[in-house]
């Protein structure tokens, strides 16, 4: 009976997990696995106009891309945005989950929608928002820097103010998201541990590094985790907001893998793009994972 039941219960799980699984075959495991194989062909318009044009190259692409200081030079933007966009976006996010979490704000319903709000909007119609705001002589963001006696900054036109002010609009965009994540893990920590320490004479920071964060520290490297993903795909933001310019300085990796495959018809070299793209996020959450370990946080 045992065994029948077992049986049973594992026929049941495959049924109600099939639908989900055969999704994750069809759009993402063929289509990666085809990327793979088509990185180490020269997939091009010709090949795309008639399949007997398409050749065998092997490792040709990712040897001419290791040789294109274009493909360097937006790897690096996009360490950039991971390195100092990671921690910016978890610390907003931390910070605006704790004021909401926070017992003595008003209105809590409503800071967190006005909060969350920019993560769910329109990311081209923000991003051409943002353009005007920073425009260097009509832009909102100039006149209140004219209003402290700042001389206007060229955001979008300067190869060293476009990219911070990309960052600052990712971070404003995609801070809620993770908002709703740390709120969800703070209203998982006992009350009564924070009690206790306010007892024994703890003040607010030390409640925070000695409760709050040990206690939500799997959250913490979650949100670490998908926000790396995240500032690795970025696209659409340089797309709108600089076209890439000035001089190269916003070109992301992914950003680069669109011109490949799909301004030069280069697919091949674009398809060899996303999987060093997918090898370099994946090493970074190794490595992630590997610190979260050795500091307790799984």
């Known amino acids: 009976m045992n065994a029948e039941r077992r049986a049973e219960e594992a026929r049941a799980g495959w049924a109600m997990t099939g639908p989900a699984l055969a999704a994750i075959l069809i759009f993402f495991l063929i289509p990666a696995l085809a990327s793979l194989l088509l990185s180490f062909t020269d997939f091009d318009i010709y090949a795309l106009g008639d399949i007997a044009n398409l050749r065998f190259v092997g490792l040709e692409n990712y040897a001419r891309l290791v040789e294109n200081p274009l493909f360097w030079n937006a790897m690096g933007n996009s360490l950039l945005f991971v390195a100092i966009g990671t921690p910016l976006v978890a610390l907003l996010s931390l910070c605006a989950a704790i004021l909401v979490h926070s017992r003595w704000l008003s209105w809590r319903p409503v800071w967190r929608v006005a909060l969350f709000a920019p993560y769910v909007t329109t990311l081209v119609a923000t991003a051409v928002v943002w353009r005007y705001l920073l425009h260097t002589r009509y832009g909102l963001v100039n006149y209140l820097l004219s209003l402290a006696g700042a001389g206007p900054i060229d955001w979008l036109g300067s190869p060293t103010a476009s990219l911070p002010a990309i960052l600052i609009f990712v971070a404003w965009k995609t801070f809620g998201y993770n908002m709703i994540i740390f709120l969800a893990a703070l209203q998982t920590v006992p009350r009564e541990l924070d009690e206790a320490a306010r007892i024994d004479g ?20 979650l949100v670490s985790v998908l926000t790396v993903a995240a500032m690795f795909q970025l ?23 669109y011109e490949e495959g799909f301004k030069w018809w280069n697919l091949g070299s674009g398809a060899a793009v996303a999987v060093l793209l997918f090898l370099c996020i994946l090493a970074v959450t190794l490595v992630q994972l590997r610190f979260a370990r050795r500091a307790g946080a799984i």
């Open 235 to 257: 696209f659409a933001e340089p797309y709108v907001m600089t076209e890439g310019g000035p001089a190269q300085s916003t070109v992301t990796i992914l950003y680069f893998m």
């Open 202 to 221: 703890a003040g607010w920071l030390m409640r925070l590094r000695h409760v709050t964060l040990p206690a939500i520290a799997p959250t913490l490297l």
